[in-house]
């Protein structure tokens, strides 16, 4: 959230400079004075005065509202943004001072100032004397606008994790319904039956590994973050499974950098991926087709790709759930440093995702 672009804030901070100024000096100063024989002219006076001070008080601190809200990343604030709050807390503070008193000699147009009425400028302690109590003010508003701030920041931290949990919520189940859903299951629960007429210890093997990519969907889905290493291991046992169905007719690669592989993933985001290349792109292929795992470090950021033989109109019917669920998780968990994104070229379809190495 941009604090300083909120009309609430906007509306408060203006008012509350008004009501500050109006109080503190103005009212302060025609209290002060009440015993003795004060001007009209110096009550119009002391009024636009305290008017002046409070907009251009409002302008400046708008100013350094604006600059933390666009410059200060509060989801990781360095030791060197808060030298920068500082130095424009300073800056702030002089700058109010050099222009405050030549806007108050440009408004007396009512004879009022101490100038014009007593002959001869304010002292140099009225000034430094003024400058502090400037300072205590910017200092109190100051300390409201990051008191807000933080706890505005600490609210949404708090909803995006909600967010999160629900949504790896529906991710698990989504996982179970959909992409180790009753047709998969039963597919390959008979498959595996035929296969022990023919091989017993090839059946007994696929059995380890549904029942593995069953333990990891249940298990891992719960967490916000698992190694690759780990997720690799999961997209072994389920190809090894689709390929009692599709037999010869897939044919899965992989390309690894090892220095991924202790990269940390959202679970079951690679397995969404190669789920989405063999379900609706290599099951809708006569002669069937390749599917191509890599990944790689590029810049720090790891890069996934998964690539199937077949068209992006061909694949994309009945994914939008899985793409969907995948863009979500991203943003929840990266924001803007995550990328997904899916294309065509030559007659394969491209599914990349780029995510930030921690």
Known sequence: MKLSLNKYYILFNFLGWILLFFFTLTLRKIYLYQYEDISPARIKYLWAEGLVCASLAYILTFIVSAFIDFKINFNKVKRVDIFKIFALFILLQVLYSLLVWPLLDLIDVFGGSIKNLKGG???NAAIISNFLFFG???????FVFLTIKIYHQLKTVQLKQLQLETNLKESQLNTLKGQINPHFMFNSLNNIRGLMLENVDSARNMLTSLSETLRYSLTKSDSNSIALEDELDM???YVKISKIQFEDRLTFETHIDKASLNTKIPPM???MLVENAIKHGI???KSGGIVNLSTSIVDEQLKIEVINTGTLNQSIKG???GLENIKRRLDLLYGASATFSLEEIDNRVVATVQIPVK
């Open 121 to 123: 400028s304010m002292t």
């Open 136 to 142: 205590t003010l910017f200092s109190i508003w100051l």
């Open 235 to 237: 997209i072994e046992n």
């Open 269 to 271: 985001i690679i397995q």
């Open 319 to 321: 994914t939008q759930l």
């Open 283 to 285: 099951a809708n292929l």
